[in-house]
């Protein structure tokens, strides 16, 4: 798994498709998956930081918001 602090600089940022675009209060997270692990980061201040999970992680915890 990437450290804190990864290059996270080629992550190919996605944001969900439930997003308001046509507004700037863009209130969504930012996903990347970065083998072998999940970066995720605020939409509003990407320049923030990133959380990096264990894709492990990442699917805990869909299952847990999907139930």
């Known amino acids: 798994m990437p450290a804190a602090g990864a290059d996270l600089s080629a992550a190919v940022w996605r944001k969900s ?3 308001n675009t ?3 209060q863009s209130n969504c ?3 990347a998956f970065v083998e072998p692990a999940v970066a995720v980061r605020d939409s509003k201040r990407p ?3 990133a959380l ?3 894709v492990t992680a990442w699917r805990y915890f869909l299952r847990s ?3």
């Open 17 to 19: 498709t439930w997003t």
């Open 22 to 24: 046509d507004s700037d």
């Open 29 to 31: 997270v930012e996903v």
């Open 47 to 49: 320049e923030g930081g």
């Open 52 to 54: 990096v999970l264990p």
């Open 65 to 67: 918001v999907e139930s």
